[in-house]
């Protein structure tokens, strides 16, 4: 009776992690597809959820990553910064502060961009190049802050090249969009293929952002 008891403990456990993770990922997967009241309620839930059962500080960083985003998403762009740094400021996981930090950098676009990706630059995860993401979404931050043109291509390509190496699409779209954008005016049928290619990328990964970009200059 004491195992069979054990055993029906540890079932329950296993179902309130299960459940918390597939709640997360749901939610993430509303943000991408831009369905943003979906990806509050979800996360709503899912803070209630991990609460209820005391699991709340294994999910509260990735949950304050979500809830960044959200705000981001929708505009709401001094909330979402502080709920950046408070990733940074409650957990050590490396993965999720640098994307705290690359979501600052869109947010500080052109306002205090350099000393944010100068913080990114000391962090070991990327400089090691551990994760081929997150350095595939550096190499578009630098080329979105840098003022040299050939810096800006070498890091655009950089990043084209780790994006088709993972397969990610959205990574790819944006990549080449701005590429796109840079060599419009001097290799015009070049340019064009990039935007097509970007365009079409974007629309597949529903990423109407890119769409608008791209199809702004193909018109």
């Known amino acids: 009776n004491n195992l069979e008891l054990q055993a029906l403990i540890q079932t329950k456990r ?5 459940k918390a993770y597939m709640l997360l990922h749901l939610a993430n ?4 597809k831009s369905e943003f009241d979906d990806a509050e309620k979800v996360l709503s839930t899912l803070i209630n959820w991990t609460t209820t059962h005391s699991i709340l500080q294994h999910y509260e960083a990735s949950i304050t990553l979500a809830l960044g985003l959200l705000n981001q998403s929708v505009g709401k762009v001094i909330e979402a910064r ?3 740094r408070a990733v940074e ?4 996981n490396k993965e999720l502060i640098i994307l705290a930090k690359i979501n600052r950098v869109l947010i500080e676009l052109g306002n205090t961009i ?3 990706l100068n913080e990114i630059r000391q962090e070991s995860l990327v400089e090691n190049g551990n994760v081929n993401s997150l350095k595939s979404t550096f190499h578009i931050l630098e080329a979105l802050a840098s003022n040299d043109i050939i810096r800006t291509r070498d890091h655009l390509f950089e990043s084209l090249k780790l994006s088709t190496t993972l397969c990610n699409d959205q990574l790819k779209a944006i990549a080449l969009a701005v590429l796109g954008t840079l060599f419009y005016h001097t290799q015009n049928e070049q340019a064009e293929k990039m935007l097509k290619a970007a365009y079409q990328l974007s629309k ?4 109407d952002l890119w769409c608008l970009v791209a199809g702004v ?3």
């Open 14 to 18: 296993n179902y309130v992690q299960l």
């Open 29 to 32: 997967v509303h943000l991408l």
């Open 82 to 84: 502080n709920y950046y």
């Open 89 to 92: 400021k409650i957990t050590t």
């Open 114 to 116: 350099e000393t944010i």
């Open 204 to 207: 597949g990964a529903h990423n």
């Open 217 to 219: 200059l193909l018109k």
